[in-house]
């Protein structure tokens, strides 16, 4: 088996383990699903789901491990010389569409993860991680100091919130609304300074 094959398989297994928890938890709630159930959901063993997930809520998120290094990684990857604001933006609206076009694995996994609080606490805690990562990326290119200088840390923080606040628009419509142009709503309020709604 080639290296490309074993790894599309690895990967293929990783969905199918994360797609068979998110449906069991749909189905039951989180408390009424064990790691065996989503084994043999599955149909693998429960040996092979340790070796892709920790425990029963990483297989509910289903984050990928380097997840809190990719997103600094994207924004890396970003012309150097573009302002930190317009790549986060840049980044944010590719992710925007890949999620999108995953019409029902999205949908799913955040239907879900809204109802489950112990659930929402791990994704506050990777998140967490990949504010770091982007605070250092955001310092590196802008040569300021994380801990020292406002700039990385704040923008690191506020990019999570204009994500997080499309995301949860998204839910509100039932996903039909656009989600690349909730992400670029966001960041219209942060690039305007975030002037106050005017009421009738």
């Known amino acids: 088996m080639t290296d490309g094959l074993r790894e599309r398989k690895k990967l293929a297994t990783r969905l199918t383990l994360h797609r068979a928890a998110l449906q069991l938890v749909a189905e039951r709630g989180l408390d009424g699903v064990s790691v ?39 924004f890396a990857a970003r012309p150097a010389a573009e302002p930190p604001v317009e790549s986060l933006r840049a980044v944010h609206r590719e992710r925007a569409i890949v999620m999108a076009d995953e019409s029902e694995l999205w ?15 791990r994704l506050v805690a990777v998140f967490g991680e990949s504010e770091r990562a982007l605070a250092d990326a955001i310092a590196e290119r802008t040569g300021t100091r994380v801990g020292v200088d406002v700039y990385p840390t704040l923008l690191a923080s506020v990019q999570a919130c204009a994500m997080r606040t499309a995301l949860h628009r998204w839910l509100v419509t039932d996903f039909t609304a656009s989600l690349p142009d909730l992400v670029d709503e966001a960041w219209d309020a942060l690039a305007a300074g975030l002037p106050a709604p005017r009421t009738a």
Not at 44 to 63: C, E, H, M, Q, W
């Open 107 to 121: 949908p799913l996994r955040m239907t879900v993860i809204d109802a489950h609080p112990a659930l929402v606490q």
């Open 36 to 74: 065996e159930d989503i084994a043999d959901r599955a149909e693998v063993s429960p040996r092979t789901f340790f070796n892709y997930f920790p425990s029963k809520v990483d297989a509910v998120i289903g984050l990928d491990p380097a997840e809190p290094v990719q997103l600094s990684e994207e």
